[in-house]
């Protein structure tokens, strides 16, 4: 049975995914703002996205707006994310 388990979630059909380059490395090169924030984010945020959303909301420019928009974003999805654990109960 045990060994069954192990395997169980080798059996995707989806398609899988290699990771391109250091994921910490992706980390380390990100703005200094940017790596504050996602230190006290709620979700785990992959650098690429990160950047991509610090990027259209201007932080370059201003990083406490961008800060402000990424906050409004995690919120979207937290909010998202609970109506699906809600439709358990």
Not at 33 to 38: A, K, V
Not at 56 to 76: C, L, W
Request: aromatic share 6%.
């Amino acid at each position: 049975m045990a060994d069954r388990r192990a395997r169980r979630n080798l059996n995707s059909r989806l398609k899988r995914r290699r990771r391109a380059g250091d994921p910490m490395q992706a980390y380390d090169a990100l703005p200094p703002p940017l790596r504050q924030w996602l230190a006290s984010a709620c979700l785990p945020w992959s650098p690429a996205s990160a950047l991509r959303l610090w990027t259209k909301a201007g932080g370059r420019q201003n990083p406490d707006a961008a800060a402000a928009r990424m906050d409004a974003a995690e919120q979207v999805m937290l909010k998202r994310d609970a109506k699906v654990w809600d439709a358990f109960r």
